[in-house]
T-cell receptor
């Protein structure tokens, strides 16, 4: 089945540093989504991407839908302590009710 | 952004009892809703896909008689864990998809079966 490889698995960074994480897929996706999950909470949508090559920003976050439609990255600029959490990428192929495929997450720790 | 609510947020029950979890899309209609289960420090595991007015589609290994799903309207889906046992203790999260194909998640329900 479809698989997403998300990297890195975890990151420890200093406050103020920029962060980059990415996902690659074995197959083509039509939609890429990035979520953040805090402990004990459901994932919160950060950015949704619908077109190959699309580059979208949400505050300090920027994500891109890869041209090949098999990858996506998320950048966080000038990290702050509240950026701590687990970031998940997810992709979907338009086909009936096919569900999202999730990456395994990137656990981000920010050192003040 | 779109809001998905989930109730209850936390439930503790005795082994053998049934527990119902509600998922509502508050400001949009969702023809498709999803139920996930998440174990500590792991990604979300899809349990079933729920379509309004039809039977849910369960993932391999998920017992449909154990986890009853009802999608009665375009804004409400329920998951009932029947005859719960300690191994059913987990974090259950619902999700709803809007017409733009974007999925929004509820805040989750922490189930503890004693």
């Amino acid at each position: 089945g479809q698989q997403l490889n998300q990297s890195p698995q975890s990151m420890f960074i200093q406050e103020g540093e920029d962060v980059s994480m990415n996902c690659t897929s074995s197959s083509i996706f039509n939609t890429w989504l990035w979520y953040k999950q805090d402990p004990g909470e459901g994932p919160v949508l950060l950015i949704a991407l619908y077109k190959a090559g699309e580059l979208t920003s949400n505050g300090r976050l920027t994500a891109q839908f890869g041209i090949t439609r098999k990858d996506s990255f998320l950048n966080i600029s000038a990290s702050i302590p509240s950026d701590v959490g687990i970031y998940f990428c997810a992709g979907r192929v338009y086909s009936g009710n096919t569900p999202l495929v999730f990456g395994k997450g990137t656990r981000l720790s920010v050192i003040a | 952004g779109a809001v998905v609510s989930q109730h209850p947020s936390r439930v503790i029950c005795k082994s053998g009892t049934s527990v119902k979890i509600e998922c509502r899309s508050l400001d949009f209609q969702a023809t498709t809703m999803f139920w996930y289960r998440q174990f500590p420090k792991q990604s979300l595991m899809l349990m079933a896909t729920s379509n309004e007015g039809s039977k849910a589609t369960y993932e391999q290994g998920v017992e449909k008689d154990k986890f009853l799903i009802n999608h009665a309207s375009l804004t409400l889906s329920t998951l009932t864990v029947t005859s719960a046992h300690p191994e059913d203790s987990s974090f259950y999260i619902c999700s709803a998809r809007d017409i733009l194909d974007t999925q929004y998640f509820g805040p989750g329900t922490r189930l503890t079966v004693l």
